[in-house]
């Protein structure tokens, strides 16, 4: 059964970092394409960053020189760096494959606030 388990977000204030992890377990994610979603209160989920097989990354406009996703082959597991947060980012965090999804995980809160 293909699962993912997303974690790391919090509080933090304004132009602060985060550092959220997906661990995966059930397929190998450098053969896919991955993505980190994200979902703020009564907007749609959006996708904000991905990452190919071959590396290649992607970041919606809102997050372009921000975030930086990566991808640790050895643990199964994508980051998502968060720098120069805003209050605008505020949000539960999600991972997947981005092709071929599968069930939502829990997702990892993010509250920027001061």
């Known amino acids: 059964q293909v699962q993912v388990v997303e974690s790391g977000g919090g509080l933090v204030q304004p132009g602060g970092s985060l550092r959220l992890s997906c661990a995966a377990s059930?397929?190998?994610?450098?053969?896919?394409?991955m993505g980190w979603y994200r979902q703020a209160p009564g907007k749609q989920r959006e996708l904000v960053a991905s990452i190919t097989s071959y590396s290649t990354t992607s970041y919606g406009d809102s997050v372009k020189g921000r975030f930086t996703i990566s991808r640790d082959n050895a643990n199964n597991t994508v980051h998502l760096q968060m720098n120069s947060l805003k209050p605008e980012d505020t949000a539960v965090y999600y991972c997947n494959f981005v092709y071929s999804p599968t069930g939502w995980g829990q997702g990892t809160q993010v509250t920027v606030s001061s």
């Open positions: 059930g397929k190998i994610i450098r053969f896919y394409t």
